[in-house]
């Protein structure tokens, strides 16, 4: 029997893509943006070693799919800012990629136009020009990691980076996280376990080796010397929400147990607001008042927001699209965010510093 009948029997088609070092080489980082992106990272570690007092917010649409759409939230954003940065660090939520349970749009990387052609390297340049615009703003961002190659392209722009619900157990997410320049956000399974988060974080604080790419496209043995900042992201699960102070403190117990640093996020949407965005606000009070009755764990807080209110399915007709509205997950509109994070930092500006 021929090899050709043993190998690809279900692929129809390979592409080459352009390697991480001509991407970067063709779309480099500025000297600002790649202070955007250290700075970031740096506050956040000293957030979650408490030399920083404030709050990390990762807040923004659940997914990038329009690019006008997204630098106006981000000019938006930075102007917001600077106004609340004495109490609360902003870092822009920009996900370019989105896990599925069956099938459905994968995100902007994946299929830049919507329609289903997956022009993944197109998608690979007009993200990378969207995280250097933004971190030209002084704006830090944010992302999942979910495709194990594409943070190659792309991590040098990031400062912060979640694992999903769905990829918090997988070994190769782990392996991955292990070697990525900046703190890494563990999501509790989808049915409200932590188990997976606190293993997680257990694992990427090890050094480990594995298969990958280099810079140079080239199939490579990565090994890395582990990730100190990992930590687990509260997001509910199970038709049940985990960030009242019940939660929070079972948490803490379990992180303790472990031996891992009491460092928590409650992400404000899933599960925790039982998918209805209009409930995102009233969690973030409630994170507000737990830290007012000397809760010490909270460190961050995410948060699904766009320009306009929920969410809306992917037309036939693009043009039929409404314009700053989600394409995935429903989301808060800017009045609602605005105000939202402006009460935070009202309620949190003399408390922080003391704890």
């Not at 779309?27 to 700075?39: C, H, I, N, R, Y």
């Not at 830049?112 to 052609?117: A, I, K």
């Not at 790419?213 to 509910?236: F, K, P």
């Not at 925790?272 to 830290?291: A, R, Y």
Request: hydrophobic letters at 35%.
């Amino acid at each position: 029997m021929s090899g050709n009948k043993l190998e690809n029997v279900n692929v129809a088609s390979q592409e080459t893509l352009i390697t991480p070092e001509a991407l970067k080489k063709e779309m480099p980082l500025s000297e600002k943006a790649a202070a955007t992106v250290d700075q970031g990272r740096q506050a956040i570690y000293d957030i979650m070693d408490g030399k920083d007092h404030r709050l990390f917010i990762v807040v923004g649409p659940c997914s990038i799919h329009d690019l006008k759409a997204a630098r106006e939230y981000a000019e938006r954003l930075k102007v917001l800012a600077d106004e609340v940065s004495d109490t609360l660090l902003i870092v822009m939520r920009v996900y370019f990629e989105k896990p599925r349970t069956t099938v459905g749009w994968k995100g902007l990387i994946n299929d830049p136009h919507l329609d289903d052609t997956f022009d993944i390297e197109q998608g690979l340049h007009i993200g990378r020009r969207l995280l250097l615009d933004i971190a030209e703003l002084g704006l830090p961002t944010a992302t999942e990691a979910l495709d194990p190659i594409s943070p190659q392209y792309l991590q040098d722009t990031i400062s912060w980076s979640a694992i999903g619900a769905r990829t918090t157990e997988s070994q190769t997410h782990r392996e991955m996280s292990s070697g990525l320049s900046m703190a890494i956000g563990f999501k509790n399974g989808t049915d409200g376990s932590l188990d997976v988060a606190v293993n997680a974080m257990k694992s990427v604080s090890h050094p480990h080796s594995f298969l990958g790419i280099n810079q140079q496209g080239q199939v490579s043995i990565i090994r890395t010397s582990g990730n100190a900042y990992g930590h687990v992201v509260l997001r509910g699960g199970g038709g049940k929400p985990n960030y009242d102070s019940v939660s929070v403190a079972l948490c803490e117990k379990a992180l303790e147990k472990a031996g891992l640093r009491k460092s928590i996020m409650v992400d404000c949407s899933h599960a925790n607001s039982n998918k209805d965005p209009g409930l995102q606000p009233l969690v973030m009070q409630d994170i507000s008042h737990q830290i007012l009755e000397g809760n010490k764990s909270i460190q961050g807080l995410m948060v699904e927001s766009h320009l306009n209110w929920g969410n809306q399915p992917i037309p036939e007709n693009l043009s039929d699209m409404k314009y700053g509205v989600s394409i995935t997950d429903a989301c808060i509109d800017w009045d609602t965010t605005e105000k939202a994070i402006r009460d935070m930092r009202d309620k949190l500006r003399d408390v922080l510093p003391k704890r």
